[in-house]
């Protein structure tokens, strides 16, 4: 884990300011059923998140958040029908990137992310590149989405929902290679929320605990109840229990890490810390040489 240190210019000493982490890291999600750690790459990849109400949804979304915040070679967008699951890090988010339930901010703000997908593959296409790789020009976003079905089934007229959830397929199927990473969760793993075309294109993919085997299918994949895999055998009173299944792999037990709202919100206050005072470092000293801010 590296340690950020802020140079405050020539002459004076450097200025210790924490430990962060990196996007380019595994992120740790949980435990396996033998009690071993499960962290999983999520550059260049994408996660989707199902399960009935009270299945562990939320902690795991916020497991994921919380190594995103510290990461500061990550920028955060953040969309949440609720307001509360994510709002605790909104202040670790870029400005004006934090929607509640409002469609029209959240299509706003899912075309600004389209477009800056189209200039990124511009400047790779210029650099004969076909990714971005840690310090690049550009920096990485999460894009963690609460509720997908708020957005693509709830509210605002059809026409917006589908422009919604058009938007989101963009992203998921084109931004991984531009360091868009997207999150997403939802209660209701039914088919008109995720789509078979929109559930495939999930790198990773978890169900905790869904009411029937065909939901569980909905969120892994088309046929794993069959073979003994269903989030539906999984115990109501387990929540943070469910299946994880890698792009082409086999799912595995895994209870997700929990972070309680008192942990959240002080990861999120230290996270928010170190965001400003290197925002701040980067604005007073961009002619400086010798100042800046480096992770040793």
């Keep these: ?22 996007i380019f890291d595994p992120v740790h999600i949980g435990i396996d059923e033998f009690g071993q750690p499960v962290r999983v790459p999520l550059i ?28 500061l070679d990550c920028k955060l967008i953040l969309l949440d029908g609720k307001r509360v699951e994510l709002g605790q890090w909104r202040r670790c988010a870029e400005a004006g990137a934090f929607v509640g339930p409002n469609m029209d901010q959240a299509r706003k703000l899912l075309t600004r992310l389209q477009t800056m997908m189209d200039n990124r593959y511009t400047f790779l296409e210029e650099c004969e590149r076909r990714k971005v790789i840690p310090g690049d020009a550009f920096t990485p976003y999460l894009v963690a989405i609460d509720e997908i079905a708020y957005f693509s089934a709830t509210v605002g007229k059809k026409q917006d929902r589908e422009e919604f959830a058009a938007l989101l397929r963009d992203l998921v199927a084109r931004g991984r290679a531009v360091g868009i990473i997207v999150i997403a969760a939802t209660q209701r793993p039914s088919s008109d929320i995720i789509p078979t075309s929109l559930r495939d294109l999930f790198a990773w993919r978890f169900a905790g605990r869904c009411t029937s085997h065909s939901s569980s299918d909905i969120v892994l994949g088309h046929g794993w109840a069959q073979q003994g895999w269903t989030a539906n055998s999984i115990s109501p009173t387990n929540p943070g229990v469910g299946l994880l299944i890698a792009e082409g792999g086999t799912p595995q037990l895994v209870k997700s ?18 965001r400003n005072t290197v925002n701040q470092q980067a604005a007073t000293t961009p002619a400086d040489p010798a100042g800046g801010v480096s992770a040793a």
Excluded: F, W
């Excluded at 890490?257 to 002080?266: G, I, R």
């Design 44 to 71: 260049y990849r994408n996660m989707l998140i199902g399960g009935e109400p009270g299945s562990g949804k939320s902690a795991l979304l916020n497991a994921i958040v919380a190594h995103a915040a510290l990461s």
């Design 257 to 274: 890490a929990y972070l309680d709202d008192a942990t959240c919100a002080a990861i999120a206050r230290y996270a928010a810390t170190l």
């Design 1 to 22: 884990m590296p340690t950020l240190v802020a140079n405050t210019g020539p002459g004076s000493q450097p200025v210790t300011l924490g430990p962060v982490l990196s």
